[in-house]
DNA sequence: TGCCCGATTAACT
DNA sequence: GTTAATCGGGCAA
């Protein structure tokens, strides 16, 4: 049986959680899957919305771990990010891809996709590639900003197996865009993009 | 106050 | 390859 994460698992650096994220399982109401590609930020990290410190739409990154930030990206889509480390660090893993598992139907439906086996077969590989997908698949806006995650109706398994894990860069930043900083299962299609060899 | 930009995505050429 | 959609934050004035 899949152990569930605690608080503590979250109340570590955020480069040790990210990549023990990969492979975990992550459940929204019964909805997701297996959770293939993170990316870090810590509050030193000029990409980071808190490096300028505590606003109104970062406030849940200065409180404890193991808690949602959810913001909304480019004025449209939201992001889901798990806050980690202690206390006012300020520092958040962003969840940029599940491979979906539970809940297909109304995934796909939130997603505007064909039920249609015919259909879905080749767009199920895009239902939650991506930040900004993989919320709205899930259903999750700001009104799950602030939420713990070891509680419903947030369910996180450890991973059961070892995962391969592939390390890059991350995507669509411009600050610190060097850092490598980006994580996920190598090989895993339903990854926003793949890892470079 | 106003202007520019961004941890994105889909629909274009 | 480019662009539009659209809004909070940072910073100049």
Redesign the pocket.
Known sequence: MPKRLTRAFFNRSVHEVAPDLIGATMLFKGVGGRIVEV?A?HHTDP????F??P????AVMFGPPGYT?V???????W?L?FVCEPEGSAS?V?IRAIEPTAGLAAMRRR?GMSQRRSQHRNQDR?LCA?????CEALGITDAQNGLALDAPPFELLARTSVAEVAVGP??????AADKPWRYGLQGSRFL?KPFSP
Do not use: D, M, Q, V
Request: charged letters at 25%; one cysteine or more.
């Open positions: 990316e930020y990409a980071a919305h808190s300028r410190g606003t109104r739409r970062n930030y913001y909304r990206s480019y004025g449209i889509h992001c990010n958040a962003l997603r895009l991506g930040p900004g997908r993989l991350r995507i669509g930043i411009t600050k926003s």
